[in-house]
């Protein structure tokens, strides 16, 4: 097997990695791509184990994004939001465990945020690729008992901030529809009744805005869902018309898609804790959406939950 074809069959894999890593898909194809010209540049033929050596260079260009004064100073303001991908996307990456699949979700990859990067990159490399500390410790160039610390510290740190739970299809569905008849109803009373008790949001306010607003309170979130989800002439104008509504997965959780001419022109995902809303996630910005849309155009969509919104 020659050079090209070694890389090519990690790159999924490393895509993957990446975008855990960087929360972003168009990021994490930069960071693939310069780990392939890393590689081309390399002398391949004295790398014995090419899968550990790639995994150490795109980890470490990651990590190098991250901390870089830019990247800081982009997601210190508060502009920042991972980029939602549809479930189905190569670049998810691995979801045979619950780890794994709670280590893509849009609330997780926001608690990440939260961390530093050596704690992110060994939450990432331990509960999504199960690398085994010795391995995180070599990959990153610190000490197993550095990489053990920074591991418990972010998976502790996750676990007491993330409160979601898998989600069936079926229920996904009942909750998403019971939220959408709450949410056009006019009632506060009836979306704070799908909210737990200490449920937060964060929108990027249908990409109108560059600042990310956050939310707390079941009251004051329903307040905006109810105002957010109120069809109006303004919104369709703002749209160019009356957009579809779909149920979906986008990165493991429940969401609700807005499509207009086979565009997404909005979404809100939701983390589900037993049978009610913990945490929900709404992204407008195109530049955010560009990946979910081109994959949503390949799928069949079924029936929407709203025929025209």
Known sequence: MDSTAVFEASRSRLASLAYRLLGSAADAQDAVQDAFLRWQGAEVERIEVPEAWLTKVVTNLCLDRLRSARARHERAVGSWLPEPLLDGDPMLGPADTAEQRESVSLAVLLLLE??????????????????????????????????Q???????????????????????????????????????????????????????DRAGLSDAILEFSTPEKLAAIFRAGFKPTEAKRRIIGGSPQIHLAFVNGDPAMLAVFEGDVVGMVAFTVAGDKIAFACGIGAPHRLGRLTAAWREREPGEPLIASW
Do not use: C, M
């Not at 704690?119 to 509960?127: D, G, I, N, T």
């Open 114 to 147: 939260r961390l530093s990067p050596n704690e992110r990159a060994v939450y990432v490399l331990r509960e999504a690729f199960s690398y085994s500390h010795a391995e995180i410790a070599q990959i990153l160039d610190i000490t197993e008992a550095s990489s």
């Open 149 to 203: 610390q920074h591991g418990h510290r972010a998976k502790r740190r996750v676990a007491d901030a993330h409160r979601g739970g898998e989600v069936d299809p079926e229920s996904a569905r009942r909750i998403v529809e019971e939220f959408l008849a709450a949410a056009g109803s006019g009632r506060v009373e009836r979306l704070v009744a799908l909210l737990t008790d200490d449920a937060t949001a964060v929108s």
